[in-house]
């Protein structure tokens, strides 16, 4: 650029070529920060630092037991990875499905049984039970001891086989009792785990119920128990596993969706 001399009125010259060059070469402004993503090498956008990377997997979260709600499945004890679920037709219905269910650390809940079709109390579910109510409690208990007239079919369970298991007489619709309780596994209502499922000491009291089991079906409805097809309840007692700290978690299936 040349470099013109021009005089003022004080008689003074300035270099107005060289300043304005110097201008332009050190910038007017302040320097603008930049804006938009940053672009790779080839004119591609570079990812940013706190997004994925393209095609990673999302990891999935562990499967929970279908039809339990949130307040259901915070009573199921962390330490139990099998659990035994009896959904009932209705609140006021003795009919029931129950399904066994086992739990990975991984991989969550999943069935290991299939659909198996049982009875509840004649007069269906209560969150409040009562000796001679008629309905069967609400809610989960821990299933921990075995026994029947018949001898262990191979249970991992503690097994007490006693005569005093054996039953007659007739039920609700007039359909006999014998052989329903050939096998029982004792659901912890009421009762002193630990102990053989004949054992009577009931440490809420006697008004609260107890002998509340998990018996062979003898076509009809219960007094307050759940009752298993024969071979249903063999299968039951073949895979219950102590080790994985079982529980059965029944009620109707409205109430077991909260």
């Not at 949130?70 to 399904?99: E, M, N, W, Y």
């Not at 198996?116 to 969150?127: E, F, I, K, S």
Request: with cysteine; glycine share 14%; aromatic share 4%.
């Amino acid at each position: 650029m040349p470099v013109v001399n021009v005089v003022t009125s004080a008689g003074r010259r300035v270099l107005t070529g060289a300043v304005c060059a110097g201008l332009l070469l050190a910038g007017c402004a302040a320097p603008r920060a930049a804006h938009g993503p940053a672009v790779a090498e080839g004119g591609r956008t570079a990812p940013s630092a706190a997004s994925p990377a393209p095609g990673a997997p999302v990891p999935a979260r562990p499967a929970e037991i279908p039809g339990l709600g949130p307040a259901t499945r915070s009573h199921i004890p962390a330490t139990s990875s099998q659990a035994l679920v009896v959904k009932g037709d209705g609140p006021h219905s003795d009919q029931s499905t129950a399904v066994l269910y086992e739990r990975d650390a991984a991989t969550g809940w999943k069935a290991v049984s299939q659909p198996w079709p049982a009875h509840n109390a004649l007069r269906g579910w209560t969150a409040h039970h009562r000796a001679g109510d008629l309905r069967t409690p609400i809610g989960v208990f821990a299933l921990g001891d075995a026994g029947g007239a018949l001898p262990d079919p191979g249970t991992r369970l503690p097994y007490d086989q006693s005569e005093e298991f054996n039953l007659s007489g007739t039920g609700f619709l007039g359909e006999p009792l014998e052989g329903s309780f050939d096998h029982v596994v004792a659901i912890d209502y009421n009762r002193v785990p630990g102990t053989s499922p004949l054992n009577k000491v009931r440490p809420l009291g006697l008004g609260k119920g107890g002998g509340v089991w998990i018996h062979v079906d003898h076509g009809g409805p219960t007094r307050a128990c759940i009752s298993l097809q024969r071979d249903d309840m063999r299968q039951l007692l073949l895979a219950l596993d102590p080790a994985k700290n079982p529980v059965i978690v029944m009620g109707d299936a409205g109430t077991l969706g909260r």
